[in-house]
Nanobody, 121 residues
Framework: VQLQASGGGLVQAGGSLRLSCAAS????????IAWFRQAPEKEREFVAV???????YYADSAKGRFTISRDNAKNTVNLQMSSLKPEDTAVYYC????????????????WGQGTLVTVSS
């Protein structure tokens, strides 16, 4: 399964963006899908995951500001981000969960090409 992230851009602090992750195959609905992000010179970190049953988990940094959702009919997973902060600046990636702990990037594959989010102060 190939994933493609899109929707990034430049936004002012306090603004909103909606990222989308599109999959190439219909079996997308069989997987838990997560968003990660990687800021310059930092490790890739977990942001949020939505299970195949629609259960959602968030990193503390995302709680209350970000919402992850999925549309299996369209083979997409979205990340609605609001109240953005400069520290949210990063390349955002989506990936398929393969098992283990959700926050561990080593438990994912099919990383899509990321999308850059830049939040200006």
């Amino acid at each position: 399964v190939q994933l493609q992230a899109s929707g990034g851009g430049l936004v002012q602090a306090g603004g909103s963006l909606r990222l989308s992750c599109a999959a190439s195959r219909r079996t997308f609905s069989n997987y838990d899908i997560a968003w990660f992000r990687q800021a310059p010179e930092k490790e890739r970190e977990f942001v949020a995951v939505v299970t195949l049953n629609g259960i959602r988990y968030y990193a503390d940094s995302a709680k209350g500001r970000f919402t992850i959702s999925r549309d299996n009919a369209k083979n997409t997973v979205n990340l609605q981000m609001s109240s953005l902060k400069p520290e949210d600046t990063a390349v955002y990636y989506c990936a398929i969960f393969m098992g283990g702990r959700y926050f561990d990037r080593h438990n994912y594959n099919s990383w899509g090409q990321g999308t850059l989010v830049t939040v200006s102060s």
